[in-house]
């Protein structure tokens, strides 16, 4: 099946700095990808749309300038969570399109558990 | 704007008995997916609904679309430790936007 790696698992980063988040499609194209955020006991919130050679869309909410994303091609989208905040503390995960139609199911990351001290 | 309600948000059984999660929207939808998200783990996909009245099985999860496609459910017969996580439905609204039901907790009491 259709398997998605996200890039670091874990992170512990000091508050100001910056993280950098891959997500990896290994055996498909994934032209769209999606990265969402999730607080525990709570569903995932879609923070944006990353498509393939184009800039991302963003949520409602989301700071672009904060979370960019950059899909610079079909099996690699990254998120990098700039001067990082004890309050971006966060599981984030990844996941990508299995086909070319929204109508494909999605796979996952297996999420990175980001905390700024 | 669309919405989806996914109830119960948490739902306690002992080994053995069932277990259902809803999923329900305000439109009528296209399709719908259905996630499995283990503790600790993320989303793993495990089925997807097209058709009006739609029911799919896979051994002891039974899936169901509503006839108005309006509504969903997933229903887990006998349940056992290994069916403990979070259940979530999954849709596209009218615009083509992604959307999460709230999840299910399921918790499994040997």
């Known amino acids: 099946g259709a398997v998605v790696s996200q890039h670091p698992s874990r992170v512990i980063c000091k508050s100001g700095t910056s993280v950098k988040i891959e997500c990896r499609s290994l055996?498909?194209?994934?032209?769209?990808m999606f990265w969402y955020r999730q607080f525990p006991k709570q569903s995932l919130m879609l923070m944006a749309t990353?498509?393939?050679?184009?800039?991302?869309?963003?949520e409602q909410g989301v700071e672009k300038d904060k979370f960019l994303i950059n899909h610079a091609s079909l099996t690699l989208s990254t998120l990098t969570v700039t001067s990082a905040h004890p309050e971006d503390s966060s599981f984030y995960i990844c996941s990508a399109l299995g086909g070319s139609s929204y109508n494909s199911p999605l796979h996952f990351g297996n999420g990175t558990r980001l905390t700024v001290t | 704007g669309q919405q989806v309600m996914q109830i119960p948000q948490y739902q306690h059984v002992q080994e053995g008995e069932d277990f259902t999660t809803y999923c329900n929207s305000s439109?009528?939808?296209?399709?719908i997916q259905w996630y499995k998200q283990r503790p600790g783990g993320h989303p793993v996909f495990l089925i997807q609904l097209v058709k009006s009245g739609e029911v799919k099985k896979q051994k002891r999860l039974t899936f169901q679309f509503g006839e108005a496609k309006k509504n969903s459910s997933l229903h887990i017969t006998a349940t056992q430790t290994t069916d403990v996580g979070t259940y979530f439905c999954?849709?596209?609204?009218?615009?083509?936007?992604?959307?999460f039901g709230q999840g299910t907790e399921l918790s499994v009491k040997p």
């Open positions: 055996d498909f194209q994934a032209t769209t």
């Open positions: 990353s498509n393939e050679g184009s800039k991302a869309t963003y």
């Open positions: 439109t009528t939808l296209s399709n």
């Open positions: 999954q849709l596209y609204n009218q615009g083509g936007k992604l959307i």
